[in-house]
């Protein structure tokens, strides 16, 4: 398989037939099939037999990307504005100062105690049930954290489609099986879930606001409908996914608390920075006291040092919230709103992204490519949703609207011809 000689989808020899042909006893074949699907490059389906992924974990959708020549307007990135994003040498210049006085060693707590305040502070005004907190590497060393200490290889997991794809990567690499649930601007969809978690999924990730690739965000109503649904399966490890702190408009709806295992992550990275590894994680008592412990035999903790920059850009009001999520805002309406007159349907209720459906996805990346616009495969972020291309929005100025706006409505317009017609 590392070499390339299996096709993606490609039927596996059975363990016994696969031993006689290699002369070594099926035990050891057994635990190669064991290894080989618990890092997600095969999946096995009872009599049916084994198979090679036809998305093995080993093959990143982060490779699933446009290489942007050199010239070309670069919309698939999905990076933050770096002129929204606060300075940080203030930060963490005090947070050196505070090293130096106060040096942390082997021993000490692993959660920065001024971080813990200011984080629950935060939780509690969003409504955010009470419980422990841990600091991770960002959120996704989070969600992967979470399923790692609850889950078996095998398990189901619920993912949303379109999603994040390092989350469509992770799964699966942790020898975890997924089950898609459809996306609309309110949210995954309560009727998908049901029907997930009814078929077996032992965890939902969800995404509160700014979802990747999307744009939603959970309203009041379809909170309410989760909630329910959840309270029908209450043995369901539940993930929600907060990336979208202090960069969105939209009110939070959490559904924490519902399920007898839970987990609600907020990273740092959009709002002040990708390079900012940093995450807080809660949730209930056992959960998070599993993934301190996991940690601990690891890494340890999350440096305190930058546990305390974060503190003080907090502390400091060093980033203007409410100004970068108007600003963001106003970037997403603004394409929304071109392509709209121009007959494209397109979503982005919160966050840094637009998410177009398309009817030919790679003909119009191909066709966004030679206008000189660079946008993301959907691919990169779908399992079995319709085809669609994300456009990050982030750092798009107002005179750029119009001409991506028109390029993108030739690229998606039928083709007749062989030309497109709009």
Known sequence: ?????????????????????????????????????????????????????????????????????????????????????????????????????????????????????????????????????????????????????HLKPGDTVAVEDPGWGGLLDLVPALGLRMVPVGVDDEGPLAEDVRRALAAGARALVVTDRAQNPTGAALSATRARALRSVLKEHPETLLVEDDHGYRIVDQPLHPLAGVTRHWAFVRAVAKAYGPDLRLAVLTGDPVTVDRVLGRQRLGPGWVSRLLQRAVVRLWADDALDAPAVASAYGRRRDALIDALARRGVAAHGRSGLNVWIPVPDETGAVARLLHAGWAVAPGARFRMNAPPGIRVTVATLTPEETGPLADAIALAVAPVEGGRSYV
């Open 1 to 149: 398989m590392g070499a390339g000689e299996l096709e993606p989808g490609q039927l596996l020899p059975p363990m016994r037939e696969l031993a006689e042909r290699l002369g070594v006893n099926p035990n050891t074949v057994a635990a190669a099939y064991r290894t080989l699907r618990e890092r997600g490059v095969i999946e096995t389906h009872g009599r049916r037999g084994s198979r090679v992924r036809s998305k093995p974990a080993t093959t990143g959708r982060e490779y699933i990307r446009v290489e942007v020549p050199s010239g070309v307007r670069d919309v698939a990135n999905g990076n933050p504005d770096p002129a929204l994003l606060p300075s940080l040498a203030a930060a963490f210049a005090a947070a050196g100062a505070q090293a130096d006085r106060e040096p942390v060693l082997y021993g000490d707590a692993t959660v920065e105690p001024e971080l813990a305040r200011i984080a629950r502070a935060d939780l509690d005004a969003d409504g955010v049930p009470d419980g422990p907190l841990a600091v991770t590497s960002g959120a996704l060393d989070s969600i992967e954290r979470v399923l790692a200490v």
